[in-house]
């Protein structure tokens, strides 16, 4: 598969927009998305709505990954919204989105609305999928971590064949409710140009300031989900993982199931 060629003029500037975060905590996750769009925040954050922390689904990938390594006997909705609460009364934010395209079955977050695909290509391409990752980052899936990520892989694979993964409208306004999560409406159309997984601690991805300027980009926030990570007691490999696996995977969707090139994944650390 080819991958989209970009020069370290245009990295040098996605890079640019990386800003300092103080309040990331509260003010909790959006998507990855690199459309920008209002956010429904808590008073007193409308200043800073374009600076917040991004993990896939916003809140949502957290859940995704702690039910993998779940027993499964919660529900994969009620398993999420459990986990986001308790983050929540540690004083974790929490947030989701919604986009231009959304409709009564899809909320038009591309990670919400295709899941069950997303942990269906995890299971299917974990092998190119880990070499995706290996290319950005070398060795960081290698013979010590192999049998971690073989577990993921497998626990995709079985629930991708039981079905236990909800999507779309049902799984974001579920959030909504259950967890009174802020909510952005992002604007537009994606037009991203790569998928950056930021591990620079206290800093993400100024989405805004992006989109002035014409350019767009996927931003993963990793730091941030390890803190949640952290927060709940997983494991920090597992989840590192986890995180990169589904990013990847969710590129695959969204993207190249699209005909559209592979995007190229930069780490800023």
């Known amino acids: 598969m080819q991958t989209r060629e970009i020069d370290q003029t245009q990295i040098d500037e996605i890079i640019s927009h990386f800003e300092t975060i103080d309040d990331w905590k509260e003010i909790g996750p959006f998507c990855v998305d690199g459309r920008d769009g209002p956010c429904d925040m808590s008073e007193g954050k409308e200043a800073n709505k374009h600076l917040y922390v991004q993990t896939l689904g916003g809140s949502i990938l957290i859940g995704v990954i702690g039910f993998l390594e779940s027993d499964h006997s919660q529900p994969?909705?009620?398993?999420?919204?459990?986990?986001?609460?308790?983050?929540?009364?540690?004083?974790?934010?929490?947030?989701?989105?919604?986009?231009?395209?959304?409709?009564?079955?899809?909320?038009?977050?591309?990670?919400?609305?295709?899941?069950?695909?997303?942990?269906?290509?995890?299971?299917?391409?974990?092998?190119?999928?880990?070499?995706?990752?290996?290319?950005?980052?070398?060795?960081?899936?290698?013979?010590?971590?192999?049998?971690?990520?073989?577990?993921?892989?497998?626990?995709?694979?079985?629930?991708?064949?039981?079905g236990l993964f909800t999507n779309g409208e049902t799984l974001v306004s579920g959030v909504l409710e259950a967890c009174s999560s802020s909510l952005q409406t992002l604007e537009g159309d994606h037009a991203e140009l790569s998928a950056v997984v930021n591990l620079k601690e206290g800093t993400t991805l100024n989405t805004g300031s992006l989109v002035a300027k014409g350019k767009q980009?996927?931003?993963?926030?990793?730091?941030?989900?390890?803190?949640?990570?952290?927060?709940?007691?997983?494991?920090?490999e597992y989840v590192t993982l986890a995180a990169l696996g589904l990013y990847v995977a969710t590129e695959m969707v969204l993207v190249e199931d699209k005909k559209n090139i592979r995007l190229p994944v930069l780490v800023h650390a």
């Open 76 to 162: 994969f909705n009620e398993f999420t919204q459990t986990t986001i609460n308790q983050l929540g009364e540690s004083g974790f934010g929490s947030g989701v989105h919604r986009g231009s395209h959304c409709s009564h079955e899809a909320s038009d977050c591309g990670f919400a609305d295709n899941l069950p695909h997303i942990i269906q290509r995890l299971s299917d391409k974990a092998d190119e999928i880990k070499e995706i990752i290996n290319s950005a980052a070398p060795g960081l899936i290698n013979d010590n971590n192999q049998p971690v990520w073989d577990k993921l892989a497998a626990q995709a694979a079985t629930a991708a064949t039981q």
């Open 217 to 236: 980009s996927f931003n993963l926030d990793l730091w941030y989900v390890l803190k949640q990570a952290d927060e709940l007691k997983m494991d920090a």
